[in-house]
């Protein structure tokens, strides 16, 4: 599956190529957080695990860098100067929800190629999907995110939404692709609302 706009009906993302984590015994677990989610959403929006940055200030997507929030700002009207109190509830109160593949995992520094898989723990995504009935829509903010689920999460699963879709990552480091053809690609997911 490629990092665009292509659904699986019913089951999660291809593969993509595995690459081995680089964390050491002695890097310390970083710890991801709790969903963001009201009763009814429909879409669940998925990263890998937060980032630095995101860590220290316990919020999603907090690299001043990061395409997420602008994205969010474009296709739903939340005001990325928000704070982000705010953007995340209007975010859920759209049915949209916020969570990640990983609820801890060993990585030095933010970049998903350094997860250390071994280390690696997901959320509970059973509970989740069995409390919220109305998703259509897994999206997953970039191939790594998309991996993880299938390697760590689909194998458990009995069922779940019955779309899932890997976009482009909205990652500082994903700058191969300009903030406008991420748009266009992550505007898929308004159909699912």
């Known amino acids: ?112 190629a350094a997860i250390d898989l071994p280390s690696a723990q997901p959320n509970d995504f059973r509970a989740l999907f069995a409390a919220q009935r109305e998703l259509r829509l897994v999206a997953f903010n970039g191939r790594k995110a998309a991996e993880l689920f299938r390697r760590l999460v689909a194998p458990s699963l009995d069922r779940g939404p019955p779309d899932y879709l890997t976009l482009p990552s909205t990652s500082p480091a994903h700058a191969a692709m300009s903030f406008a053809d991420k748009l266009a690609l992550w505007s898929a997911v308004t159909r699912y609302l």
């Open 1 to 112: 599956m490629s990092d665009s706009s292509e659904t699986a009906r019913g089951r999660p993302p291809a593969a993509a190529t595995q690459r081995p984590g680089t964390a050491t015994a002695g890097t310390r677990l970083s710890h991801g957080f709790a969903a963001e989610a009201a009763p009814g959403a429909r879409v669940l929006l998925l990263g890998s695990l937060p980032g630095v940055r995101s860590i220290e200030a316990r919020e999603y997507y907090a690299h001043p860098r990061n395409a997420f929030w602008p994205i969010v700002e474009a296709l739903f009207g939340i005001d990325s100067a928000l704070p982000y109190r705010q953007r995340i509830l209007r975010l859920t109160a759209q049915r949209i929800a916020l969570w990640d593949v990983l609820g801890a995992s060993r990585r030095p520094g933010s970049l998903d």
